[in-house]
T-cell receptor
Framework: QKEVEQNSGPLSVPEGAIASLNCTYS??????FFWYRQYSGKSPELIMF????GDKEDGRFTAQLNKASQYVSLLIRDSQPSDSATYLC???????????FGAGTTVTVRA | EAQVTQNPRYLITVTGKKLTVTCSQN?????MSWYRQDPGLGLRQIYY???????DKGDVPEGYKVSRKEKRNFPLILESPSPNQTSLYFC???????????FGPGTRLTVT
């Protein structure tokens, strides 16, 4: 079982819609959860992090964490063509300073 | 400008020829890390460093070496590269621990 799994996608959404991205992780003791965005040919950039159960909102982005279900999600509201990218879920595992990434979900926002 | 730099950006080499990919950050970050990115596998951590002279293995350290003699630099060394090390490599840094990581532009390595 992979440590971090994401929907493989690609995910195509119309402009203005909500894009919903899912991520599950295997280490129940995982502490910190990150969403990175990576445009084609570019390096990843952090868009959200979440440490506690519940929702965290930042502009059009909402991260949701459910540690009991070992599940973290990212919602992108009012999707824009500029949101077209690959979204990487990353998890800091318990008791160390390693970071595990999912394979990423590619999102395409069609105008 | 705050940034992480990597050199070279592109490298084609032959099996067994030792190479070093440099990584430097100007943000006084304590934590630095190397990742490789392969299609379908995502980013995988090779090595990380919590501070000067403190390094530890990530998930795929075989065939790689690192050193952290200065806070700003974290070179990745491939003593005897093999074709399975053909990949896109990213260096990243963060202020302390696994915090917001800033990634370098990437180094595309091809080993023939």
């Amino acid at each position: 079982q992979k440590e971090v799994e994401q929907n493989s996608g690609p995910l195509s959404v119309p402009e203005g819609a909500i894009a919903s991205l899912n991520c599950t992780y295997s280490d129940r003791g995982s502490q910190s959860f990150f969403w990175y965005r990576q445009y084609s040919g570019k390096s990843p950039e952090l868009i959200m992090f979440i440490y506690s159960n519940g929702d965290k909102e930042d502009g059009r982005f909402t991260a949701q964490l459910n540690k009991a279900s070992q599940y973290v999600s990212l919602l992108i509201r009012d999707s824009q063509p500029s949101d077209s990218a690959t979204y990487l879920c990353a998890v800091r595992r318990s008791n160390d300073y390693k970071l595990s990434f999912g394979a990423g979900t590619t999102v395409t926002v069609r105008a | 400008e705050a940034q992480v730099t990597q050199n070279p950006r592109y490298l084609i080499t032959v099996t067994g020829k030792k190479l070093t990919v440099t990584c430097s950050q100007n943000m006084n970050h304590e934590y630095m890390s190397w990742y490789r990115q392969d299609p379908g596998l995502g980013l995988r951590q090779i090595y990380y460093s919590m501070n000067v002279e403190v390094t530890d293995k990530g998930d795929v350290p075989e065939g790689y070496k690192v050193s952290r003699k200065e806070k700003r630099n974290f070179p990745l060394i491939l003593e005897s590269p093999s074709p399975n090390q053909t990949s896109l490599y990213f260096c990243a840094s963060s202020f302390r621990g696994i915090d917001e990581q800033y990634f370098g532009p990437g180094t595309r390595l091809t080993v023939t």
